[in-house]
């Protein structure tokens, strides 16, 4: 086994097993973004022409059509952010879709609100009915494996998919931007998961894990996903917060002012899964602390120094005290004994084989690609 390394740079460490460093002790990732992403994006700068034809297309797509582009709010920084560009800046006229799994806390959804109601938007919120919600994520908790989110991140998915069709809008536009999130959640902390947008995948582990039957839930595959909306329909995901310049603290100050936005403690806080998840459940039970990525982002663009995240990084996520009340209330929620909550906690790291329909769709995407029918790209 390698010994433990923490980047000179940034501060990821080898708790991502994909992660190497150079000669310097700088990992690849580091390199990554300073060879060739970090010219490309230009802190958001000199896009204005793409961004401005971005628009043109968009619009022009929607007209005569209530809506121009489709945008997914959870609340958090990003996507609360895009909104307010997209409407007060960019003019355009989405369709904005909540998804609430039942673990929304009070907070994110006062922010959501008071974002819509000053943009004088309608937001489409849909709630899932939560018994099956909490029957499929105890499966998924009974996995042992680390993306147990896979149920409200499929939702998600899956409600993008079904409203691009239904709506008929070309447009998704997706908050993902390199300026927070250019250093990801190393793939190799999720080894044993499947995709989160395949319906084979997520079936498969409710199957293996106390046959949980869906009636309501919907689901999405990934070949629909994928290729099929994609490449055939011609729905292009784009992310237009890598076209303009901005910074975390930026964001921030733009929505507390504008809308009386509450900051959370932490990037995902908004959902009382997630936070539990992220804040205490994979640092306590497999040593991933997502924020040496979400750190690790803000250091390579400027934002943070490293001495600054080490000195974070020092203080876990959550105090004892909101640890064990969360425990608690998730326990509660997912209506089983705190002793179960911790069995699953102290499941074996071995897991079992799940199907999944990956292979099949990267194949397909190749021989189209192949083929030169590629209309976009959709990660
Ligand atoms: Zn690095």
Redesign the pocket.
């Known amino acids: 086994m390698n010994k433990y390394q923490v980047?000179?740079?940034?501060?990821?460490d080898s708790s991502d097993t994909k992660?190497f460093?150079d000669s310097e002790g700088?990992?690849?990732?580091?390199?990554e973004?300073e060879n060739r992403i970090e010219k490309e994006w230009n802190h958001g700068y000199g896009h204005e022409k793409e961004l401005n034809h971005l628009l043109t297309e968009i619009k022009a797509s929607g007209k005569g059509k209530t809506y121009d582009c489709i945008i997914g709010l959870s609340g958090g920084l990003d996507s609360s952010y895009m909104l307010h560009l997209a409407v007060k800046e960019w003019g355009l006229r989405p369709y904005v879709f909540h998804i609430n799994a039942g673990w929304n806390l009070p907070v994110a959804e006062q922010n959501i609100r008071k974002i819509c109601d000053k943009l004088g938007v309608e937001l489409h919120a849909e709630q899932l009915d939560f018994d099956e919600m909490r029957h499929m994520q105890l499966a998924f908790f009974k996995t042992g494996l680390a993306g147990l989110d896979a149920p409200q991140d499929h939702a998600f998915i899956a409600q993008i998919d079904r409203l691009s069709e239904k709506l008929g809008v070309k447009y998704i536009l997706n908050g993902y931007n390199i300026c927070t999130e250019i250093?990801a959640n190393p793939s190799s902390w999720y080894v044993g998961s499947g995709p989160t947008g395949d319906k084979t995948y997520i079936k498969d582990v409710l199957k293996q894990h106390g046959r949980v039957k869906t009636k309501k839930y919907i689901y999405t595959t990934g070949f629909r996903h994928k290729f099929w909306l994609p490449y055939i329909k011609g729905i292009k995901t784009i992310q237009p917060l890598n076209y303009v310049p901005f910074t975390k603290q930026s964001m921030l100050n733009c929505l507390v002012e504008e809308y009386g936005y509450t900051p959370y403690k932490q990037k995902h806080f908004e959902d009382m899964l997630t936070k539990f998840l992220e804040g205490w459940w994979l640092p306590k039970r497999f040593d991933f602390d997502i924020r040496k990525a979400q750190l690790?982002s803000l250091?390579?663009t400027g934002q943070m120094t490293r001495e600054e995240a080490l000195q974070i990084l020092k203080t876990p996520p959550l105090t004892d005290a909101e640890a064990k009340n969360l425990f608690s209330e998730i326990a509660e929620k997912l209506q089983i004994s705190e002793e179960e909550l911790q069995q699953y906690f102290e499941l074996p790291k071995v897991y079992r084989k799940y199907k999944n329909n990956a292979k099949a769709f990267r194949v397909g995407i190749k021989i189209y690609t192949f083929l030169g029918l590629d209309k976009r790209i959709r990660q």
């Open positions: 980047c000179t740079r940034c501060v990821m992660l460093f700088v990992c690849n990732r580091c390199r973004y250093v690790s250091i390579l």
